[in-house]
């Protein structure tokens, strides 16, 4: 069974650095892209960051560049986010995600592009 385990969520307070783990328990798939994504009490999930393992490619949503960084390990189904410069307003559950396929419809930054999925894990940045 295919599972995506985050972990290294937790309570910090704004200034201060966090980093995600997301790990395939099962090793039983190929990914070709994988991504983190977010959502916050009564806000829609939204695009986090994203690396393509082709090229090593990375992506990121506009209020989180300069502060996070995605990296991972393709062969283990890994990826990490390095968070930096936390601020209260990145307080939501956080989510791995990976995309198997190449295409489909919509762009990297887009939740339709990932068939793979963790449960989440919480992240609080305090004032």
């Known amino acids: 069974q295919v599972q995506l385990v985050e972990s290294g969520g937790g309570l910090v307070q704004a200034g201060g650095s966090l980093r995600l783990s997301c790990a395939d328990s099962g090793r039983t798939f190929s990914s070709y892209h994988m991504g983190w994504f977010r959502q916050a009490p009564g806000k829609e999930r939204e695009f986090v960051a994203a690396?393509?393992?082709?090229?090593?490619?990375?992506y990121y949503t506009d209020s989180v560049k300069g502060r996070f960084a995605i990296s991972g390990d393709n062969a283990k189904n890994t990826v990490y986010l390095q968070m930096n410069r936390l601020k209260p307003e990145d307080t939501a559950v956080y989510y791995c995600?990976?995309?198997?396929?190449?295409?489909?419809?919509?762009?990297?930054?887009?939740?339709?592009?990932?068939?793979?999925w963790g449960q989440g894990i919480q992240v609080t940045v305090s004032s």
């Open positions: 690396i393509i393992w082709s090229g090593d490619n990375t």
């Open positions: 995600a990976a995309g198997t396929s190449r295409y489909g419809s919509g762009t990297i930054y887009s939740s339709n592009r990932y068939n793979l």
